[in-house]
């Protein structure tokens, strides 16, 4: 925790900065690079009609808040190392997980 969820970023490219993006993240949250899971979703947009292996790179960050200046620092650092692997224009929404509602081996993390 946390978890993000990348559409429209191959998984390729992720992976050269992938290290890194972690390394960012845990410096920020204060936390070690292993609580970070990132999944690339292979996905098929719908435009007007028509369909398209391309989707536009969006990133979801599901998580425990950490308020508004962690998450800004947090949106910035993903959207840097998205640019450098060329992605110019990203998208990153979060969602955020109640403690008393997030479970680990049936268990509470409240």
Not at 72 to 91: F, K
Request: charged letters at 20%; a negative charge.
């Amino acid at each position: 925790m946390p978890q993000l969820t990348f559409r429209g970023v191959p998984a390729d490219k992720l992976l050269t900065v992938g290290e890194a993006l972690a390394a960012d993240l845990a410096a920020i949250c204060d936390c070690g690079t292993d609580n970070f899971t990132m999944d690339v979703l292979q996905t098929i947009s719908v435009y007007g009609g028509s369909s398209s292996d391309a989707s536009y790179p969006f990133v979801e960050i599901g998580w425990f808040e950490r308020g508004q200046a962690v998450r800004d620092r947090v949106a910035e650092a993903v959207t840097a190392r998205l640019q450098e692997i060329g992605i110019a224009d990203s998208e990153i929404a979060f969602r955020v997980y109640r403690e008393d509602s997030y479970y680990i081996n049936g268990v509470p993390c409240s």
